[in-house]
Nanobody, 123 residues
């Protein structure tokens, strides 16, 4: 399975970005999908997850009310809509796929990872 993340960039604080992650080479509609991020010098951090059907989603408190994960199984794509961005959201954002099908927050439960897309939020 190959995952290609895109949509990152430079945005001012308070702005919005939508990240996309296109999957190929597998059965996307059966995978749980997640977004993680990693800032320089910090550990990888859970951002959002969605189950195979899209019926279950989860985000950490730091993202609640600002970040929304969604998916389009017909397009083999998962999205992360990020609003009200803050400088502390600056990081490389990674998408990942879990063969379990569940939306899970632990990075160890993901089987496939994309290459990451840089998000920079200026103050």
């Amino acid at each position: 399975v190959q995952l290609q993340a895109s949509g990152g960039g430079l945005v001012q604080a308070g702005g919005s970005l939508r990240l996309s992650c296109a999957a190929s080479g597998g059965t996307f509609s059966t995978y749980g999908m997640g977004w993680f991020r990693q800032a320089p010098g910090k550990e990888r951090e859970f951002v959002a997850t969605i189950s195979w059907s899209g019926g279950s989603t989860a985000t950490p408190n730091s993202a609640k009310g600002r970040f929304t994960i969604s998916r389009d199984n017909a397009k083999n794509t998962v999205y992360l809509q990020m609003n009200s961005l803050k400088p502390e959201d600056t990081a490389v954002y990674y998408c990942a796929a879990s063969r379990s099908g569940y939306g899970v927050s632990s990075s160890s439960l993901y089987d496939y990872w994309g290459q990451g897309t840089q998000v920079t939020v200026s103050s």
